[in-house]
């Protein structure tokens, strides 16, 4: 129970701190705002369909401008996690003998700065990088503009 503990409590850190670093980026990243600027225009010109030509913008256009920033948050928030640990491992007064159970070892804030120093060091990997979902930032931002190209060709050709 001490390591589906501990491993919510991780994730939990994760999520915090991937929220705390997306509350400090609450702009739109230049690249990414450069990206889908610089392409908005020919997309709105050539998909028909909003949804689509939003969709398309973000998960295929300008997939790996958002993938690079998403990458570069996950790596700060890894960062603030893995931070956190050796914070509580420094204020433990001693170190912890070696624990062969894995739950006592999960619980150890000293072994899972190592494990976790280890496992993300400098790959910005997340047990999440599977389930990749289009941002609401980006995709709000592309449907805006996308929006307003199109009303703009509508009223320019009634």
């Not at 909003?50 to 300008?62: G, K, Q, R």
């Not at 996950?74 to 603030?80: E, G, P």
Request: proline share 5%.
């Amino acid at each position: 129970m001490k390591l589906v503990s501990a491993i919510f409590g991780g994730v939990s850190a994760v999520f915090l701190a991937m929220s705390t670093a997306s509350a400090q980026e609450a702009a739109l990243a230049a690249p990414i705002q450069r990206c889908i600027d610089s392409n908005a225009s020919n997309v709105e010109k050539t998909v028909s369909s909003l949804i689509e030509a939003t969709a398309y913008l973000v998960e295929n256009v300008c997939a790996d401008t958002i993938a690079t920033e998403q990458a570069r948050l996950s790596k700060i928030a890894n960062q603030h996690m893995i931070d956190r640990y050796q914070q509580e491992c420094a204020a433990e007064k001693s170190p912890r003998p070696k624990a062969s159970d894995p739950e006592e070892a999960a619980a150890d804030p000293c072994t899972m700065a190592k494990s976790m120093s280890e496992m993300y060091a400098g790959t910005g990997w997340t047990i999440f990088a599977a389930a990749r979902q289009a941002e609401p930032g980006p995709t709000s931002y592309a449907a805006k503009l996308l929006l307003s190209l199109r009303l703009a060709h509508m009223k320019s050709n009634p």
